[in-house]
């Protein structure tokens, strides 16, 4: 596994390659990562993972301050995968290294979800990964279902661009279905208590979908209860077509996408 700390080392050593799966992260590396890279190396001949928490998809400062960031063991983690090529850890200036401000903008109906909580988060997320695929140029980009509109938002953006295929991976959780996330770090057990919890009830709220007519204001009962029961703020609950993400009226080609606040910590999901 070959540490690649500058662009210039990571052109040297990716350039015999054209056969490259790539996995963009943030670190805090957990088993849904070590799933994306699984798949890249069963597809690809050579898998380059990347970690770089990028500043500018932080919509709040406390939440960039408090991210988890812990390189020597992700290093070890990845090491031991034996699954990995090459990691890229670029520092702030070898991705943002011209001056030009980003001319990505949202289409007003991809305002939804997280885009409509979080102002300028997904213009920072196609930014950073516009610049990753320019300086990685990977054959295919491996991104996680449990960040669903991310992959749908990148997917969209880099296709159009790029000969870069993006393949959407599932979503892996743990023992109690919570979905992994660097962000579980921050919880304390209890808090890992109460998000399976809430994952029970989203199941069950999925099936009884079926049985609704009026689904929006079924979905703002629901919303309340959760609130009330668990003593969370929630920022969305909606059931969205996969193919559009437009909001559905039928559990067909749907999921049901939540964010939530646990202890001040932002969880998503989407079952
Ligand atoms: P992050 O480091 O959180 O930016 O995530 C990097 C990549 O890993 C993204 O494509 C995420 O969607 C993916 N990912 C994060 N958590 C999971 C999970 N529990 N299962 C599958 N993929 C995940």
Redesign the pocket.
Same mark, same amino acid.
Do not use: W
């Given at each position: 596994m070959k540490i690649l700390l500058n662009n210039t080392s990571l052109f040297e050593s990716l350039r015999p390659f054209n056969d490259l799966g790539f996995?963009?992260?943030?670190?805090?590396?957990? @088993?849904?990562?070590l799933? %994306?890279i699984n798949k890249s190396n069963k597809l690809c001949k050579k898998t380059i993972v990347s970690i770089f928490v990028n500043p500018k998809q932080f919509n709040n400062k406390k939440d960039l301050k408090s991210y988890p960031r812990n390189i020597n063991k992700d290093l070890k983690i990845l090491k031991k995968s034996k699954k990995v090529d090459f990691v890229y850890l670029p520092k702030f200036k070898e991705i943002y290294n011209d001056k030009k401000k980003s001319k990505i903008t949202l289409q007003k109906k991809d305002k939804i979800l997280c885009a409509k909580f979080r102002k300028g988060h997904f213009e920072g997320v196609l930014d950073v990964m516009n610049k990753l695929t320019n300086i990685v140029k990977p054959k295919k980009i491996?991104?996680?279902? @449990?960040?669903f509109q991310? %992959?749908y938002l990148v997917k969209k953006e880099l296709e159009k661009k790029y000969k870069t295929k993006v393949i959407p991976?599932?979503?892996?959780?743990d023992r109690n279905n919570v979905?992994?996330?660097?962000?579980n770090f921050l919880l304390k057990k209890p808090n890992l208590v109460i998000a399976a919890k809430i994952y029970e009830k989203l199941v069950g709220i999925k099936k009884y979908i079926k049985k609704k007519k009026n689904i929006r204001s079924f979905l703002n009962l629901q919303k309340i209860e959760l609130k009330n029961n668990y003593k969370i703020k929630i920022d969305y609950l909606e059931l969205r077509n996969i193919k559009n993400l437009k909001i559905s009226s039928t559990n067909k080609n749907s999921r049901l996408f939540i964010a939530y606040y646990l202890n001040n910590i932002r969880l998503i999901d989407n079952l």
């Amino acid at each position: 596994m070959k540490i690649l700390l500058n662009n210039t080392s990571l052109f040297e050593s990716l350039r015999p390659f054209n056969d490259l799966g790539f996995v963009p992260t943030m670190g805090g590396i957990h @088993k849904g990562h070590l799933s %994306l890279i699984n798949k890249s190396n069963k597809l690809c001949k050579k898998t380059i993972v990347s970690i770089f928490v990028n500043p500018k998809q932080f919509n709040n400062k406390k939440d960039l301050k408090s991210y988890p960031r812990n390189i020597n063991k992700d290093l070890k983690i990845l090491k031991k995968s034996k699954k990995v090529d090459f990691v890229y850890l670029p520092k702030f200036k070898e991705i943002y290294n011209d001056k030009k401000k980003s001319k990505i903008t949202l289409q007003k109906k991809d305002k939804i979800l997280c885009a409509k909580f979080r102002k300028g988060h997904f213009e920072g997320v196609l930014d950073v990964m516009n610049k990753l695929t320019n300086i990685v140029k990977p054959k295919k980009i491996f991104m996680g279902e @449990k960040d669903f509109q991310q %992959l749908y938002l990148v997917k969209k953006e880099l296709e159009k661009k790029y000969k870069t295929k993006v393949i959407p991976c599932k979503t892996i959780r743990d023992r109690n279905n919570v979905a992994l996330s660097s962000r579980n770090f921050l919880l304390k057990k209890p808090n890992l208590v109460i998000a399976a919890k809430i994952y029970e009830k989203l199941v069950g709220i999925k099936k009884y979908i079926k049985k609704k007519k009026n689904i929006r204001s079924f979905l703002n009962l629901q919303k309340i209860e959760l609130k009330n029961n668990y003593k969370i703020k929630i920022d969305y609950l909606e059931l969205r077509n996969i193919k559009n993400l437009k909001i559905s009226s039928t559990n067909k080609n749907s999921r049901l996408f939540i964010a939530y606040y646990l202890n001040n910590i932002r969880l998503i999901d989407n079952l």
